[in-house]
């Protein structure tokens, strides 16, 4: 029998996130060929939704089914348990992985040599840093022309606002690619393609000036010193506690496809990531060892039988031990619930559990009881903070197709954003419904579903909004007076919070100066800290 605390100490819970094509389906697959869960490459499935923008909904459909296999991914490793959850590529589905990373001690960051820092990267790491989580980069495809290393840090800190520090140092690159010197262990790594390759195959050098260095490497030995002489001297020594603090990032450099610097970069991120960590409620700070049991739901996925409306909700373990069929309680409907049949996700594949520590992700079938969001414990009640709803991007007026369905359509609205498909907003008293996206496609998968699974069609208008914000003030008059004369661009969310929509980013800036009195909240995250 293991302990609580052995447990813990076992686990590692992650989530690789990239621009979609820089390699972390490869990434993850060779990850999980180390764990001795796959045998072979190409046996993952990406969980990518269509990479074109057209609209094929059973192609949809059929993905968003693969998603729930993939969701998350554990192997162990080295006596540790690792936990991977799988974030969706395309950029449409960016809020999934924004809450996604909200269940994770720690990041792989994939960018791909070739094409830098792409805007989708620049987006997640924005949810990092908010939340100060420990990232490591692993910088892709080194076996194509990419760009020069240096001129990748120099991006990278420069578009990310994180400051970095190469442990590894690739030996040029493209065709002419020889491998990578591994700073942290003295070790040089001589790149061959070859997809599955499992051994570390290492040359070890006690020191740069070492013969073997110019024996294997011929004149580019020569340009490797200078570049690590450089090294040294401008980028910070690798500082553990830097990194725990989400200050400082190590880089990595390799090529998924290849296998090559993916055994490297588990290795370290083995000795280095942190385990599950402590977590704030409105309450207090839960410590992952305590006895109670708690945790929160990150993701729901609705079942992809539509005569059958039961869910999947993803919950992360944050305290204690999870047992099936235990009473849990529910804190937002203040209720007693037990779970006979809960399921935890091994490789690809779920299995029923009877118990899951801190850093586990469980999931439980739901009939609709569950939002994202949502605290489960063992009595004590408090809410987990840090579970954001972030501004959407792209808005659009409903209007209800047909009179008689109208029960049908507020139903699917109300559930599927419980889901986290869109976010739901409202005028007027509830008459005038605005949902709104990151991505275009969300709308597609709600008019979808709405229309398969509850029988409701609707018409989606597009508004001219751009960015949504929560509003506070000390003085509640101070945001009467601001709406009186905006009701237009003013709705409240699904919690009655008041938000404000603006057409640009000038616009919310504008006003932003014109109202000091008033806070403008571009996530709602603001809610949970103050009730
Ligand atoms: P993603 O999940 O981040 O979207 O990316 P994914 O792993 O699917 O990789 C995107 C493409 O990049 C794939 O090619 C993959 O084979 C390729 N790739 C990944 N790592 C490397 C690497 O180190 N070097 C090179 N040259 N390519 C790499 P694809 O043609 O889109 O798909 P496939 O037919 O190869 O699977």
């Known amino acids: 029998m293991t302990?609580?605390?052995?447990?813990?100490?076992?686990?590692?819970?992650?989530?690789?996130?990239s621009h979609p094509d820089a390699g972390k389906t490869t990434l993850t697959e060779k990850l999980l060929l180390f764990g001795g869960q796959i045998q072979t490459a190409g046996a993952v499935k990406s969980n990518k939704i269509v990479k074109s923008t057209t609209s094929d909904f059973m192609e949809i459909e059929r993905q968003r089914g693969i998603s729930v296999a993939t969701s998350v991914m554990s192997f162990e490793y080295h006596d540790l348990k690792i936990n991977i959850l799988d974030t969706p590529g395309h950029k449409d589905f960016a809020e999934d992985t924004y809450r996604t990373l909200t269940a994770v001690d720690s990041v792989i960051l994939v960018i791909d040599s070739?094409?830098?820092?792409?805007a989708q990267t620049e987006r997640l790491m924005e949810v990092c840093r908010m939340r100060r989580t420990p990232v490591i980069v692993f910088i892709n495809k080194l076996d194509r022309e990419g760009q020069e290393p240096f001129d990748l840090l120099d991006e990278i800190e420069a578009k990310l606002a994180i400051r970095v520090t190469p442990l590894s140092w690739p030996i040029s690159r493209g065709r002419t690619f020889k491998g990578v010197y591994n700073r942290f262990e003295g070790?040089?790594?001589?790149?061959?393609p070859n997809s599955e390759r499992m051994e570390k195959e290492l040359t070890v050098i006690d020191h740069l000036d070492s013969p073997l260095l110019d024996e294997h490497l011929g004149d580019l030995a020569t340009k490797l010193r200078e570049d690590i002489a450089l090294i040294d001297g401008v980028y910070?020594?690798?500082?553990?506690?830097?990194?725990?603090?989400?200050?400082?990032?190590?880089?990595?450099f390799g090529s998924a496809v290849?296998?090559?610097?993916?055994?490297?970069?588990?290795?370290v991120f083995c000795g280095i990531a942190p385990?599950?960590?402590?977590?704030?409620t409105d309450k207090r700070q839960i410590l992952p060892d305590e006895t109670a049991f708690s945790g929160f739901v990150f993701k729901i996925h609705a079942?992809?039988?539509p005569k059958h409306r039961n869910r999947m909700v993803f919950v992360r373990v944050c305290s204690g031990v999870f047992e099936r069929s235990k009473y849990y309680h529910h804190v937002r409907l203040d209720k007693q619930m037990r779970f006979a049949a809960p399921v935890s996700f091994v490789g690809q594949k779920k299995e029923t559990i009877d118990t899951a520590y801190p850093g586990d992700v469980v999931g439980l079938f739901d009939v609709g009881l569950f939002k994202i969001g949502d605290t489960l414990t063992d009595g004590e009640v408090c809410n987990f903070q840090g579970i954001p709803a972030f501004s959407p991007e792209i808005f659009r007026l409903i209007a209800n197709r047909s009179f008689e369905k109208v029960k049908q359509l507020e139903k699917g609205l109300a559930q599927l954003t419980d889901e986290g498909i869109a976010q739901l907003f409202v005028q007027d008293q509830g008459r005038r419904k605005i949902v709104g996206t990151v991505g275009q496609l969300q709308f597609e998968v709600l008019q979808y579903r709405l229309e398969h699974e509850y029988g409701a069609r609707c018409d989606l208008t597009p508004l001219s909004f751009t960015k949504a914000c929560w509003l506070t003030a000390k003085d509640p008059k101070k945001i009467a007076e601001f709406c009186k004369f905006r009701s237009d661009a003013v709705a409240t969310d699904k919690d009655g919070n008041i938000v404000f929509f603006s057409a640009s980013d000038h616009m919310l800036r504008h006003h932003i100066a014109e109202n000091p009195d008033i806070e403008f909240h571009t996530t709602s995250e603001f809610k949970r800290a103050a009730g």
């Open 3 to 17: 302990t609580i605390n052995e447990e813990i100490a076992k686990r590692k819970t992650f989530a690789i996130i």
């Open 114 to 118: 070739v094409k830098g820092v792409e």
């Open 187 to 192: 070790t040089l790594a001589l790149f061959r």
């Open 236 to 252: 910070d020594r690798f500082d553990t506690a830097a990194y725990l603090n989400g200050d400082i990032a190590p880089v990595f």
């Open 258 to 267: 290849n296998n090559f610097g993916v055994r490297e970069l588990l290795d």
């Open 275 to 280: 385990g599950p960590r402590p977590r704030m």
């Open 303 to 305: 079942n992809l039988d």
